[in-house]
């Protein structure tokens, strides 16, 4: 049986053996077994594989080993907060500030497993799926394709509709939670802002009621804190860059930053759910143009997430170094500031401005201190 989202949607449990088995059969699985299950044969993985009949068989047999990985090998602490604002039988819009390419929504899937919640349905930026092998493997993480911009107008907000079409289906009508970034590509200057293009988007399946559309939704903000920044020195060199010549992208860029963020240390890592954006809230904006009122919402949600943010030694260190001050010095140990120092040394090796770079390095630590100042204040 076809549906409307046929094109878009993850793979649904029937769909999951022949999956398996082209993952099984995959040249690729030697290497991938080798990470995810060292301690068992090539044989026992594909047989593993060919075993699983659902979703929920593939989430819980691979995907939260590979996390769990993760967290082993290169996270020192993984924690969580807020999750008294989580109803167990509600489904929501986790929005959330975008770090890593795979990271951010992957961890967090791991983290609903273990409050004993549902996963989530996940999106997939198109310019992901690289190859079958990937986008067999998330799709069956029910990860779901979301087109980048790009190409005309009028086919742009085409795909925008229906992406907001089944972002309503699956929350309204099959009840499941979508994780998505608050914006289009990972924060790259760690300045997490919401846009409001994204709450645009929202709002396209449900025009004729704009405080419905978006209330209907169960808007969640999430806050994802990483103590050691994911790719930190890649981003700082495409910030320098792009302040000369407009970016583009390498190829096999991006597999090398989803590599880096799954390798590099991270130190440690911290969720926190947020209060969800009720109808409430959002009816105070009830006279605002549209325009206006995905402003508004796209800063509500920005407060939240800047207030939620964990900030470590780190985030301070380098507010102080920026700025040439001392603000901080009480939250960092010298131990810590020497830590920080010898990691901006590795900018050593790179055939650049070097103060300028580093500033940029600086800036992705030290946007998060700016940014809990600013909502700080504007409560007082």
């Not at 994780?179 to 997490?192: L, M, P, S, V």
């Not at 790719?231 to 597999?255: F, M, R």
């Not at 940029?360 to 946007?367: H, R």
Request: negative net charge.
């Amino acid at each position: 049986m076809t549906t409307e989202f046929d094109d878009i949607r993850p793979y649904t449990d029937e769909e999951i053996p022949s999956a398996m088995s082209r993952i099984a059969s995959s040249q690729m699985l030697p290497l991938l077994a080798s990470y995810v299950c060292p301690e068992q044969s090539l044989d026992a993985v594909r047989q593993m594989l060919l075993s699983f009949k659902s979703i929920h068989d593939f989430q819980l047999g691979i995907m939260y080993h590979v996390n769990e990985q993760i967290i082993a090998n290169s996270i020192t602490a993984f924690t969580y907060g807020g999750t008294e604002h989580i109803e167990k039988d509600r489904p929501y819009l986790l929005v959330s500030n975008h770090r890593d390419i795979m990271l951010d929504a992957s961890l967090l899937q791991n983290l609903l497993v273990d409050l004993g919640l549902e996963t989530s349905q996940i999106t997939f930026g198109a310019n992901l799926m690289m190859n079958p092998l990937v986008v067999d493997i998330g799709k069956s993480n029910k990860m779901f394709r979301v087109e980048r911009p790009g190409g005309s107008i009028k086919d742009f907000y085409k795909s925008s509709l229906h992406l907001s079409a089944y972002i309503r289906h699956a929350i309204c009508d099959q009840h499941e939670s979508v994780w998505i970034a608050q914006r289009n590509g990972r924060t790259k200057d760690g300045n997490d802002q919401t846009d409001q293009g994204i709450i645009k988007m929202f709002c396209m399946s449900r025009q004729e009621d704009k405080i419905a559309a978006l209330s209907e939704l169960n808007i969640l903000p999430v806050a994802v804190s990483y103590e050691w920044e994911s790719c930190d020195i890649l981003k700082a060199i495409e910030l320098y860059e792009s302040q000369k010549v407009k970016y583009i992208k390498k190829p096999g860029e991006d597999l090398n930053s989803i590599l880096t963020g799954i390798l590099q240390p991270k130190g440690r890592v911290h969720f926190e759910f947020c209060p969800m954006v009720t109808a409430d809230e959002l009816a105070v904006y009830n006279e605002c143009t549209n325009n206006e009122y995905h402003k508004q919402v796209a800063h509500l949600i920005d407060n939240r997430i800047h207030r939620a943010y964990r900030l470590w030694p780190n985030n301070y260190i380098a507010h102080d170094m920026l700025y040439g001050q001392q603000r901080f010095r009480d939250q960092y140990t010298e131990a810590e500031r020497l830590a920080f120092e010898k990691h901006l040394s590795k900018l050593d090796n790179y055939d650049s401005d070097l103060e300028v770079l580093r500033d940029l390095l600086l800036g992705i630590y030290a946007n998060p201190v700016e940014n809990k100042i600013k909502v700080n204040s504007e409560e007082l």
